[in-house]
Every structure is written in C-alpha cells, then in structure tokens.
C-alpha cells in the first residue's frame, strides 16, 4: 500500500519561509517523478513543483518560480518543498503526489499524471 505523508505546514507572517516534507512508502521512490500541487478554497488544484526520479530536472508553477525550491533524498524516501518569501496568496493545502511511471524525463504539471497523493498539510500566511 502506498502512502505519501506530508509535514511541515503551518501559520507564518507574509515573507517568511516554511519546508514541507513528504515522505513516502510502498512504492519505488527512488524512480518515481514527485510533485507538489496546492488547492486554495473555491480554487482548482494548482501545479506547484516537480522533480525527476534522479533531481536531474525540476520544474515550477509561474506563480512560484524564484521562491520555492523542490529537492529529493531517495534515500530517505522524502521529498521536499523550500517556500521562501511567502505571500498571502500562498496560502492553501499542499500535496504532495507520485507519478509510478519509472524513471521519466520530465516532471509533469498535470495532476490527472501522478499516481499516489497525500492528505495534504495546510499552509496559511498572514498578510
């Protein structure tokens, strides 16, 4: 049985920073392309960040490029999400999700690609 589990949200002020972590089992981690989407009430999920089996691609949402940071320890089975200078906007529950396709080229923005998903962790910033 897979299972993705997120950690790390939390309340913050405008311009600070949070890591959210995702740690996964039941599934071959290290071949598998990870993703991060986010869903604000009344808003459809939203593509966040992306990361190759191996960390050798990466890819943002417009609305996040030069802020946040998606990296990966196949060793430790985690992904990870490095939020800086966080805006009200940002504001939403955070997934993290698993595409079981191995070892793809490209991280996929579309959420209908990724397998497994987690409950989510919500992030609120105060303005």
């Known amino acids: 049985q897979v299972q993705l589990v997120e950690s790390g949200g939390g309340l913050v002020q405008a311009g600070a920073s949070l890591r959210l972590s995702c740690t996964a089992s039941?599934?071959?981690?290290?071949?598998?392309?990870m993703g991060w989407f986010r869903q604000a009430p009344g808003k459809e999920r939203e593509f966040v960040g992306g990361?190759?089996?191996?960390?050798?691609?990466?890819r943002y949402g417009d609305s996040v490029k030069g802020r946040f940071i998606i990296s990966r320890d196949n060793v430790k089975s985690t992904v990870y999400l490095q939020m800086d200078s966080l805006k009200a906007e940002d504001t939403a529950v955070y997934y993290c999700?698993?595409?079981?396709?191995?070892?793809?080229?490209?991280?996929?923005?579309?959420?209908?690609?990724?397998?497994?998903w987690g409950q989510g962790t919500q992030v609120t910033v105060s303005s």
């Open positions: 990361i190759t089996w191996n960390s050798g691609s990466t």
């Open positions: 039941g599934l071959t981690f290290s071949t598998s392309a």
């Open positions: 999700a698993a595409d079981k396709e191995r070892r793809r080229s490209t991280a996929s923005m579309r959420f209908g690609t990724y397998d497994y």
